[in-house]
């Protein structure tokens, strides 16, 4: 009897201690087939066409265009170049890979030849921002040793062009290798970004400095500066910036132009505006005087922000915007259309079509039609963001943009809102032009839906929010993205006084329910048994493993939740032995 019962513990705690090395068996695995560049690509390209074969970059190479090249696009090239020790030939040498690059209607006739013989789609009906990238390791008259082409439909797609051949470059040992491919690509909407609008510690200068670089990295184009807790932007609005803040959002500004960011200045001043009266004239003049010494430095877009006031003069608000759009937009021709968040900023406290409140009336019948309105789609943090609800804001103009406070936590800083955006509807393109999202205040970590909102604005309807979420990862943790893919997997869903995102650990939740309703019936649990326990010492591991491999900024802003997570780990594994031990327990007691 008691062999019986020992064979039995000993069976029960195999099928409990199979190996645990490795990714989690709990989490969708990240693969790709071998000619699928999802993997390397976010955001995801309209059109891969991957070709047999690779391309090997020559030591050295050849560079057409350069004379009318977009600027940016070329000097990121250049510096790529340069930071993987290739060299640019002074003199032409058919013996090394030749690159060509340029815009539309400005190539110059050896690279038109050169986009004949790569066979280069017709770029006439291509959006502003695409651009077309060619990748081809066959010899021809320009060399015998590969070609690649980045032509952008404008400067902007030509820079994009090269952020796409940025990430399909491999590197291995001192090479770098990327497969035959031809790309055709154009963004869904023309406005992807970023609004910082969160309350709590705003981001350091250096933090802002980094986010512009990698919004530029995954085609993000636009940052609206609008920090709540920057004094000079809500509190002290009327003050001009002291010195030394003009000094770097000088820096911000040049570094924006550099990664083709639209920087947006905002100011928030409807806490205490005047509107009326001499007071309302002396306001008004700070707003011009404010906003003209940004466009001294370079600022081309405004907002002026009205939101989380509890001023409701909807005429007044849009009778001041109507003003500054005449007597500052449109005196100046290289300044794009003023954007605005009205109070009521979120369709539930608009009321419906035919009977709106009376604040959303007067501000809608009163505002000029080509002032920029956003708003938060169904609540102020919406858990999605339905065809039917753009529908509703476009009844009053096709001027409308999305402010998505996803991944901002500010309303529930104990967690971090790690996980993709989704349930924004997938047919949107074409209905919605502009679409920015609410970051939390740790800047490193919210990259990784930052990214995920980059690929949706990108691509709009072949968005799939878990390629995009594994990939990102992928991208920005490198060796560490399996560790960082069990933690962020952990913290995606917030739940607060609203609730947004991709449910928590929604694979591990679906195994131990099983586990529980198979528990109940006296049914083998020792499969899930085995996941629970690999997912559990996972959990434990990736919190070590990121504690000790992540970069100190972004550790700073992750530490308290991987301890968390760590302890998570330990409980849950606590708790699986607790029962394992009592159905031992109550097998025993059966033999006996």
């Known amino acids: ?73 070329l000097t990121t090239l250049t510096e790529f170049l340069k930071s993987n020790h290739i060299g640019i030939n002074e003199e032409f040498d058919n013996t090394s890979t030749t690159i060509a690059i340029g815009e539309e209607g400005e190539l110059n006739p050896e690279i038109r ?124 609005w009327r003050l ?23 920087f947006v200045f905002a100011l928030s001043p409807g806490i205490d505006i005047e509107f009326d009266g001499q007071s309302g004239e002396e306001d008004f003049n700070a707003l011009l005087a ?11 877009s405004f907002a002026i922000l009205f939101d989380d006031i509890a001023n409701k003069q909807g005429d007044k608000q849009a009778n001041l ?15 794009s259309p003023l954007i605005t968040v009205p109070t009521e900023y979120n369709t539930h406290v608009m009321g419906p079509i035919g009977d709106l409140s009376p604040y959303t009336k ?8 080509d002032i920029k309105v956003m708003w938060t789609g169904q609540a102020v943090v919406s858990e999605a963001l339905p065809l039917e609800n753009v529908e509703f804001m476009r009844t009053d103009g096709d001027r409308i943009g999305v402010w998505w406070n996803y991944p901002v936590s500010d309303y529930l800083r104990s967690k971090l809102a790690l996980g993709p955006i989704i349930d924004i509807d997938n047919s949107l393109e074409g209905k919605l032009d502009f679409f920015t999202m609410n970051p939390m205040e740790h800047a490193n970590l919210s990259k990784i839906s930052l ?23 992928e991208l920005l943790f490198n060796d560490l993205a399996p560790e960082m893919k069990t933690f962020a997997d952990h913290s995606s869903r917030m739940t607060g006084g609203w609730s947004v995102g991709r449910g928590d650990a929604v694979k591990v939740r679906k195994t131990m329910d099983e586990f529980w309703l198979k528990l109940s019936k006296r049914q083998d649990t020792s499969q899930e048994v085995t996941l629970l326990t690999k997912e559990f010492a996972n959990m434990v591991q990736a919190a070590d493993k990121l504690k000790e491999g992540l970069p100190q900024e972004t550790l700073s802003e992750a530490l308290a939740s991987l301890n968390k997570l760590r302890l998570l780990g330990e409980y849950d594994q606590l708790a699986l032995d607790m029962v394992i031990a009592k159905k031992i327990q109550r097998l025993i007691n059966i033999m006996n």
């Open 1 to 73: 009897m008691w062999r019986k019962i020992v064979y039995a513990v000993l069976a029960f705690g195999m099928a409990c201690s199979l190996s645990l090395d490795g990714q989690s068996e709990v989490l969708a695995k990240s693969e790709s087939p071998p000619n699928d560049l999802s993997k390397q690509l976010v955001p995801m390209p309209r059109k891969v066409d991957v070709k047999s074969g690779s391309l090997i970059l020559s030591n050295s190479v050849n560079l057409l265009g350069k004379e009318a090249a977009d600027q940016e696009a």
């Open 113 to 236: 030849n050169l986009e004949n013989q790569l066979g280069l789609p017709n770029g006439a009906e291509q959006k502003a921002q695409g651009y077309t990238l060619a990748v081809n390791s066959g010899e021809n008259e320009f060399s015998k040793n590969g070609t690649i082409l980045i032509k952008g439909k404008d400067g902007d797609g030509t820079f994009y062009g090269v952020k796409t051949l940025i990430q399909l470059a491999e590197k291995e040992d001192d090479t770098i290798e990327m497969k035959n491919v031809m790309i055709s690509d154009e963004p869904s909407m023309s406005v992807r970004g970023i609004i910082e609008g969160f309350y709590g510690n705003p981001w350091s200068h250096q933090d802002r400095l980094d986010q512009i670089e990698f919004y530029g990295d995954y085609k993000l184009n636009t940052y609206i500066y609008a920090p709540k807790d920057d004094p000079y932007h809500r509190e002290k």
């Open 240 to 262: 001009p910036y002291p010195e030394n803040e003009m000094k770097r959002m000088e820096e911000l500004i040049n570094t924006a132009n550099k990664n083709k960011v639209d």
């Open 290 to 300: 404010k906003s003209e010494s940004l466009y001294d430095m370079g600022v081309r």
């Open 321 to 335: 915007l109507n003003r500054f759009n005449e007597e500052f937009i449109k005196t100046k021709s290289d300044v």
């Open 362 to 369: 007067a501000f809608s019948e009163t505002l000029d039609k």
């Open 451 to 473: 990214a995920t909102g980059a690929d949706y604005s990108w691509n709009t309807a072949h968005y799939d929010a878990d390629r995009s979420w594994n990939w990102s990862i």
